[in-house]
């Protein structure tokens, strides 16, 4: 998923942490509220994000 989609589709909150793999923002998906947590991972490419839904508490 491109940036410009997940900037369409997720409000971002915060950053949670970063570290030698990338970052980790809490967000909320604007089409059902859930929050969630977006992973911003360093590859060989530069950055892929990934959506980790489920994995904070309400």
Known sequence: MDES???NQYQVLEELGSGSFGIVYKA???ASGEVVAIKHACTNNGYASETLTNMLPD
């Open 5 to 7: 989609a997940m900037a």
């Open 28 to 30: 909320i998906e604007l």
